[in-house]
């Protein structure tokens, strides 16, 4: 680790097989705390480049346990928190939606990292088990259209610095992560991230690794779509630029989306979409994120095609009849 400090403080950047081999090491324990702390400090003081977040990503894909989800044809709806907004679960509905609508939804997630409630304590909370059994995956695929996979029970070569991060207490490149790493690998993808510097890279990394892809970030600091003003997003097909109206809805106010302050919030507003009971502004952000999200799945629609079949999914309730067969089955299992 000292050569690679070294190389580092000297404002070097490694090769994606040198960041690559550097977390593989972390995981077996070849270095001190003090060596890992700096080493993650670093990218503290710096940006990380294409090559070095590749690496990063490859380590732990190659380290997590390993998944065959089969032939399906499906997509990961995923965002990398972090942006310190604390909206409500808009990503883990819109997954919902995307799967009420008949396309196949493998999503990845994780307990909250700057909101209150990230996907795993909302579903959690809503009575969803854990597993990473593969035969339960898939059959909660072929089932609901939809699975989940609890990143920490995929992921053991993280526990590895999990103590390091939690005591340096600050957002470290790990954060960076999550939709990067999904261990069923799905050549489609919606990414949310927190700026405009980590929707380049993913970009350049989605296009060598993607059939069909939208990183998106909202120009207010949203990792997802917020209704609150512009939106960027780059796909295989090009780079966007889009606002709330043009979107096919009336701009919103932060506070109108805040997840609330306790899990037990964020879950009866969780409720409160999918039943079809909130009609308002919450309704509509999760619409439009879930028919960006159709649309990736689906290369041949248009936006206002793929936002009418969001709607159709969660008025007339096969969103919700995706959720409820999902928590069902997961129970019984």
């Known amino acids: 680790m000292k050569s690679i400090l070294?190389?580092?403080?000297?404002?070097?950047?490694?090769?994606?097989?040198?960041?690559?081999?550097?977390?593989?090491?972390?995981?077996?324990g070849a270095y001190n705390g003090a060596e890992i702390a700096s080493?993650?400090?670093?990218?503290?003081?710096?940006?990380?480049?294409?090559?070095?977040?590749?690496?990063?990503?490859?380590?732990?894909?190659?380290?997590?346990?390993q998944v065959d989800l089969g032939d399906s044809d499906y997509i990961d709806v995923c965002g990398t928190g972090g942006d310190g907004k604390n909206t409500f679960n808009i990503s883990t509905l819109s997954a919902f939606v995307v799967a009420g609508t008949g396309y196949k939804v493998a999503k990845h997630g994780n307990y909250g990292v700057s909101s209150v409630s990230g996907s795993s304590n909302v579903l959690e909370s809503l009575g969803y088990t854990f597993t990473r059994d593969e035969q339960a995956l898939k059959y909660q695929l072929e089932e609901t259209n939809i699975c989940f996979m609890h990143a920490p029970l995929f992921h053991p070569a993280l526990k590895a610095v999990g103590g390091i991060r939690k005591d340096l207490g600050v957002k470290t490149f790990f954060n960076m992560l999550g939709p990067l790493v999904n261990p069923a690998r799905p050549k489609k993808q919606l990414a949310g991230v927190f700026n405009l510097p980590l929707q380049r890279l993913y970009s350049a990394l989605m296009q060598k690794s993607h059939r069909s892809f939208c990183v998106l970030h909202d120009l207010n600091g949203f990792d997802e779509i917020s209704l609150t003003g512009k939106v960027k997003y780059i796909t295989e097909k090009g780079i966007y630029l889009t606002h709330a109206k043009d979107l096919g809805f009336h701009e919103v106010v932060l506070s109108e989306i805040d997840g609330g302050s306790t899990v037990a919030d964020s879950r009866?507003?969780?409720?409160?979409?999918?039943?079809?009971?909130?009609?308002?502004?919450?309704r509509n952000v999760v619409?439009?994120?879930?028919?960006?999200?159709?649309?990736?799945?689906?290369?041949?629609?248009?936006?206002?095609?793929?936002?009418?079949?969001?709607?159709?999914?969660?008025?007339?309730?096969?969103?919700?009849?995706a959720f409820q067969q999902l928590i069902k089955i997961s129970a019984d299992a």
């Open 6 to 28: 070294n190389q580092l403080f000297e404002h070097k950047t490694l090769s994606a097989s040198e960041a690559r081999a550097v977390l593989q090491n972390m995981a077996k």
């Open 39 to 65: 080493f993650i400090t670093v990218y503290l003081m710096r940006s990380i480049t294409e090559e070095e977040l590749g690496g990063f990503r490859d380590a732990l894909l190659d380290m997590a346990f």
């Open 268 to 282: 009866q507003i969780f409720l409160d979409i999918i039943t079809g009971k909130e009609q308002g502004v919450k």
């Open 287 to 321: 619409l439009a994120n879930a028919a960006l999200a159709i649309q990736v799945a689906d290369g041949e629609l248009t936006y206002d095609l793929a936002l009418q079949k969001a709607e159709e999914a969660l008025k007339g309730g096969a969103a919700f009849d």
